[in-house]
């Protein structure tokens, strides 16, 4: 084996050369090219995680609002029947008052009608009964205490 | 006839022209790719070639990975990748094709005497694969090994200069054999299994001529598979040797 002594230095130079220019005009620039890519995608990932974790948050907010939205609905909806329940019972309760009062009008009615029928009808009854009594006695009494009783009569109208 | 390398002698040095040669190409050819990978790179639309320059990254990040905690290792990633692109590129340029001239005695080139180590008439081999020379992986394995003693003095230095005498001060020897042993077998891996391929091709072509096309191409799809193996494994040992000598292991 025979070693060129020549070849072995320039070698050594021609690797030297060749590894500076390559760190410098090469490698260098590729390996930060590189390391940007990885910072790239490094920045990405952080900002994809980021909107996912918004993303999140956002779904609990709105199923939050969807809950509360829920519970008003809710709410309203037994207040309404709160409310048409009760409009219910007052309109049930002027119903009744009112129905009472009618009835208690109608028994006042049919009292004072009663009254005054009983009063034409003794009124009539008096003029009727008096009016048999003039007919019977009419028969039985004379002329004479018919006229004395005429008299009587003219006399109690005369005094009145 | 086998195939020599040219080789002139200047200044009373000799030079391996094809070896010099190749390093150029690999070199430029590495530097190329990387460029024209990064061009017009962007963070969110990745060229084609951003995607395949940036799997490579990933590659050699899981070479890392396995040997150490990678924010330990990342001060060596740069390293690993021009490494594995240089030897890949290197082991692969040898596979195709060669380039071999016949030279007579006194040629010259760029005014220079080829040695033809006293041939007359010789084939000369102009192209190969850089890593099939082992002054190549030999410089490659001295800038590894180097770089590791250094760091493990800097980022790790009473664990280091301890390591020597571990368990016992009498196995400094095993220890000093071990520190050696690291760079010769990993030099001499690559080198024999890319100069070990490049002889078999070049044994299959001239001795069964045109039969040999097909085991010829058997043989150089295995060299692929072997090349792009040898400089998985170089990243890989390099990365470990590093991490053994950064590292300081607990001991529970």
């Given at each position: 084996?025979?070693?060129?002594?020549?070849t072995?230095?320039?070698?050594?130079?021609?690797?030297?050369?060749?590894?500076?220019?390559?760190?410098?005009?090469?490698?260098?620039?590729?390996?930060?090219?590189?390391?940007?890519?990885?910072?790239?995608?490094?920045?990405?990932?952080?900002?994809?995680e980021?909107?996912?974790?918004?993303?999140?948050?956002?779904?609990?907010?709105?199923?939050?609002?969807?809950?509360?939205?829920?519970?008003?609905?809710?709410?309203?909806?037994?207040?309404?029947?709160?409310?048409?329940?009760?409009?219910?019972?007052?309109?049930?309760?002027?119903?009744?008052t009112?129905?009472?009062?009618?009835?208690?009008?109608?028994?006042?009615?049919?009292?004072?009608?009663?009254?005054?029928?009983i009063?034409?009808?003794?009124?009539?009854?008096?003029?009727?009964?008096?009016?048999?009594?003039?007919?019977?006695?009419?028969?039985?009494?004379?002329?004479?205490?018919?006229?004395?009783?005429?008299?009587?009569?003219?006399?109690?109208?005369?005094?009145? | 006839?086998d195939?020599?390398?040219?080789?002139?002698?200047?200044w009373?040095?000799?030079?391996?022209?094809?070896?010099?040669?190749?390093?150029?190409?690999?070199?430029?050819?590495?530097?190329?790719?990387?460029?024209?990978?990064?061009?017009?790179?962007?963070?969110?639309?990745?060229?084609?070639?951003?995607?395949?320059?940036?799997?490579v990254?990933?590659?050699?990040i899981?070479?890392?990975?396995?040997?150490?905690?990678?924010?330990?290792?990342?001060?060596?990633?740069?390293?690993?990748?021009?490494?594995?692109?240089?030897?890949?590129?290197?082991?692969?340029?040898?596979?195709?094709?060669?380039?071999?001239?016949?030279?007579?005695?006194?040629?010259?080139?760029?005014?220079?005497?080829?040695d033809?180590?006293?041939?007359?008439?010789?084939?000369?081999?102009?192209?190969?694969?850089?890593?099939?020379?082992?002054?190549?992986?030999?410089?490659?394995?001295?800038?590894?090994?180097?770089?590791?003693?250094?760091?493990?003095?800097?980022?790790?230095?009473?664990?280091?200069?301890?390591?020597?005498?571990?368990?016992?001060?009498?196995?400094?020897p095993?220890?000093?054999?071990?520190?050696?042993?690291?760079?010769?077998?990993?030099?001499?891996?690559?080198y024999?299994?890319?100069?070990?391929?490049e002889?078999?091709?070049?044994?299959?072509?001239?001795?069964?001529?045109?039969?040999?096309?097909?085991?010829?191409?058997?043989?150089?799809?295995?060299?692929?598979?072997?090349?792009?193996?040898?400089?998985?494994?170089?990243?890989?040992?390099?990365?470990?040797?590093?991490?053994?000598?950064i590292?300081?292991?607990?001991?529970?």
């Open positions: 084996m025979h070693i060129t002594w020549s072995f230095f320039i070698q050594l130079a021609a690797f030297l050369i060749l590894f500076l220019l390559l760190k410098r005009y090469a490698f260098g620039p590729l390996l930060g090219i590189m390391e940007q890519r990885k910072e790239l995608i490094q920045g990405q990932l952080d900002n994809a980021n909107s996912r974790n918004q993303a999140a948050q956002h779904l609990e907010e709105q199923k939050q609002a969807l809950q509360q939205a829920r519970k008003e609905a809710y709410d309203i909806i037994e207040q309404a029947k709160a409310t048409s329940s009760k409009q219910a019972d007052d309109i049930i309760v002027t119903a009744k009112e129905a009472s009062r009618l009835k208690d009008d109608a028994v006042k009615d049919i009292e004072s009608e009663k009254n005054k029928a009063a034409a009808l003794r009124g009539e009854v008096g003029g009727m009964s008096v009016k048999i009594a003039s007919k019977i006695i009419e028969k039985q009494i004379d002329e004479k205490s018919q006229e004395q009783l005429v008299n009587q009569y003219l006399k109690e109208v005369g005094s009145k | 006839m195939h020599i390398f040219p080789v002139v002698h200047k009373g040095i000799e030079f391996d022209l094809a070896a010099i040669f190749m390093i150029i190409v690999t070199s430029i050819i590495v530097l190329v790719l990387a460029l024209v990978s990064v061009r017009g790179m962007s963070v969110d639309k990745p060229t084609k070639m951003q995607n395949f320059l940036e799997w990254i990933e590659f050699v899981n070479i890392i990975g396995t040997t150490m905690d990678f924010k330990k290792g990342k001060p060596y990633l740069i390293l690993g990748l021009s490494l594995i692109m240089y030897i890949f590129v290197g082991n692969m340029l040898g596979l195709p094709f060669g380039i071999a001239t016949e030279v007579h005695h006194g040629a010259t080139i760029f005014g220079m005497e080829l033809l180590g006293g041939e007359s008439e010789a084939h000369v081999a102009w192209w190969k694969s850089p890593t099939a020379d082992v002054a190549v992986t030999a410089a490659l394995t001295v800038i590894v090994i180097l770089l590791t003693h250094i760091e493990g003095m800097r980022r790790n230095t009473k664990h280091y200069f301890k390591h020597y005498f571990e368990p016992y001060v009498p196995f400094l095993l220890n000093l054999i071990k520190e050696v042993s690291k760079p010769l077998s990993l030099a001499l891996r690559l024999g299994n890319i100069f070990a391929g002889v078999m091709i070049g044994v299959i072509v001239s001795g069964l001529g045109w039969v040999g096309i097909i085991p010829l191409v058997v043989w150089q799809g295995f060299s692929v598979f072997v090349g792009a193996i040898q400089a998985f494994v170089f990243v890989m040992l390099t990365m470990v040797y590093m991490s053994q000598s590292v300081h292991e607990e001991k529970h």
